[in-house]
């Protein structure tokens, strides 16, 4: 039964972003590249092979992450003795503990991709660079946000309605040092 009434439209479902739309469909094709490797490999020599090749990598990966994490620790007691001497902010470093963390941690899932992974991670000069595209990467990412990617969005609100009309907006904040100020009356909205 129709009554006459339009129906109401909502704005289109925002697009989602390529991370979001691929990387399910990464994960899956890396989880069948690794179980076809694992069968492969022991279709070759034996599956007590296979099995003795995934608990080595889990014993390797667990030792590496515990030597991360300590080294990590120790930087972290080294950086704030340093603080509690001098009195002013002394910078840490990381020596690449990330990168020895991450390595450590592809080497403990089973998988032969993740533990060759894993092992290139371990690789001091591997660390080193791809420490140096991170941080050049994150200024970057920052520099982009300062310069206007958040400020502007927030400067650019926009409420979306039911109706699918888009309201443009801006928020206003009155400080607590203005709160006995008489306001001034604000123009009304218009559609």
């Known amino acids: 039964m129709t009554t006459g009434a339009t129906t109401p ?34 279709g070759a020599a034996s599956g007590f092979a296979v099995f003795l090749l995934l608990v080595a990598g889990f014993a390797l990966g667990s030792v590496v992450v515990k030597r991360a ?74 520099r982009e946000a300062a310069s206007g990617g958040f400020g502007s969005a927030f400067r650019n609100a926009r409420i979306h309605r039911p109706d699918g009309k888009v309201v443009q907006g801006e928020v206003i904040r009155d400080d607590a040092g203005d709160a006995g100020a008489p306001r001034e009356p604000r123009p009304p909205l218009t559609r």
């Open 69 to 142: 994490g300590r080294r990590a620790f120790r930087n972290l007691t080294e950086t704030l003795q340093q603080q509690q001497q001098s009195g002013a902010a002394a910078t840490g470093r990381s020596d690449g503990n990330g990168f020895l963390m991450l390595g450590g941690l592809l080497l403990m899932l089973p998988g032969l991709v993740s533990d060759v992974v894993g092992l290139v991670l371990l690789i001091p000069p591997v660390q080193k660079a791809l420490g140096a595209y991170a941080e050049r990467t994150f200024e970057r990412k920052l």
């Open 9 to 42: 439209t909502y704005p289109a479902r925002p697009r989602r972003s390529r991370l979001r739309t691929f990387l399910p469909l990464g994960i899956a094709a890396w989880l069948v590249l690794e179980i076809w490797l694992l069968s492969l490999v022991a």
